[in-house]
T-cell receptor
Framework: DAGVIQSPRHEVTEMGQEVTLRCKPI?????LFWYRQTMMRGLELLIY????????DSGMPEDRFSAKMPNASFSTLKIQPSEPRDSAVYFC???????????FGPGTRLTVL | DAKTTQPPSMDCAEGRAANLPCNHS???????VYWYRQIHSQGPQYIIH???NNETNEMASLIITEDRKSSTLILPHATLRDTAVYYC??????????FGPGTRLSVLP
């Protein structure tokens, strides 16, 4: 069975450009999480969805970041406009309703020049 | 959620057991202990979790002290592929994970 799928795996863009990261959770999982990892701050939760509804977005850094989950099998994290300090690895994770165990995707390494 | 404390780094000889400690002295009765690991450049990987009893699966064993204030993750026969950062997390069911800095385990040939 496929795990969490993220695309692209690597993204290099210039400051000011829009960036869209994509995630496909494990089939049947009803919670989805977006994390960001940097050397300075470690692994941080940005936002999570339950049954496609955003539950907690308190970790979203600022208005430049937005996340959507239009259906149970797809989510996006968008940064507009991007800045060099957004450079990080962004992970998506999903979870089944009956457990707290989260399963992580391989991540998207974002570099903003 | 309870805060956990882990040593920043540990070494282990290949083939030997790796014992990774975690202190969670303020853990409450309804908080689980979760262990994840992150191999370089990959997403965190679930290892094991428990509440009170010791747990074992195909990857590792989790030993939780009777007072639940600390736990140990045991990799019985460490291999070079077990080199990773190991995270210990204490959380209530339904709450989100808070990842600390973890323990960087180096398995040496």
């Amino acid at each position: 069975d496929a795990g969490v799928i993220q695309s692209p795996r690597h993204e290099v863009t210039e400051m000011g450009q829009e960036v869209t990261l994509r995630c496909k959770p494990i089939s049947g999982h009803n919670s989805l999480f977006w994390y960001r990892q940097t050397m300075m701050r470690g692994l941080e939760l940005l936002i999570y969805f339950n049954n496609n509804v955003p539950i907690d977005d308190s970790g979203m850094p600022e208005d430049r970041f937005s996340a959507k989950m239009p259906n149970a099998s797809f989510s996006t994290l968008k940064i507009q406009p991007s800045e060099p300090r957004d450079s990080a690895v962004y992970f998506c994770a999903s979870r089944a309703g009956s457990t707290d165990t989260q399963y992580f995707g391989p991540g998207t390494r974002l570099t903003v020049l | 959620d309870a805060k956990t404390t882990q040593p920043p780094s540990m070494d282990c000889a290949e083939g030997r057991a790796a014992n990774l400690p975690c202190n969670h002295s303020t853990i409450s009765g309804n908080e689980y202990v979760y262990w994840y690991r992150q191999i370089h450049s990959q997403g965190p990987q679930y290892i094991i979790h428990g509440l009170k009893n010791n747990e074992t699966n195909e990857m590792a064993s989790l030993i939780i002290t009777e007072d639940r204030k600390s736990s140990t993750l045991i990799l019985p026969h460490a291999t070079l592929r077990d080199t990773a950062v190991y995270y210990c997390i204490a959380q209530r069911y339904g709450q989100n994970f808070v990842f600390g800095p973890g323990t960087r385990l180096s398995v040496l040939p």
